[in-house]
Nanobody, 122 residues
């Protein structure tokens, strides 16, 4: 019913920047929380950043000051601007959205993107 498409991943050198985007399409009435997670090889998936409908944000401590999450509600899109990238940022990054799909429903459904690979060389 709802599809998420991530883009912006790739290979960068340490110290470089990337901007990830995640666009939602399909049956969308509104989107509550938006978030980015990541999973590095051999590691558990972790929350990187989140942004609520009132624009309050949370960040993983290790990315504070380097990453910025923001959203464009008109385009149903969430972004993650990543600066000063480090080798340890290498991971598959996943967007995660809480979506209200119908005006008749009063609950959110959680959706995951397929993931986009970010590789930081050192």
């Amino acid at each position: 019913q709802v599809q998420l498409v991530e883009s912006g991943g790739g290979l960068v050198q340490a110290g470089g920047s990337l901007r990830l985007s995640c666009a939602a399409s399909g049956s969308i009435f509104s989107i509550n929380a938006m978030a980015w997670y990541r999973q590095a090889p051999g590691k558990e998936r972790e929350l990187v950043a989140s942004i609520s409908s009132d624009l309050s944000t949370h960040y993983l401590n290790s990315v504070k000051g380097r990453f910025t999450i923001y959203r464009d509600n008109a385009q149903n899109t969430v972004y993650l601007q990543m600066n000063s990238l480090k080798f340890e940022d290498t991971a598959v990054y996943y967007c995660n959205l809480d979506v209200r799909t119908s005006i008749a429903d009063y609950y959110d459904i959680n959706y995951w993107g397929k993931g986009t690979l970010v590789t930081v060389s050192s």
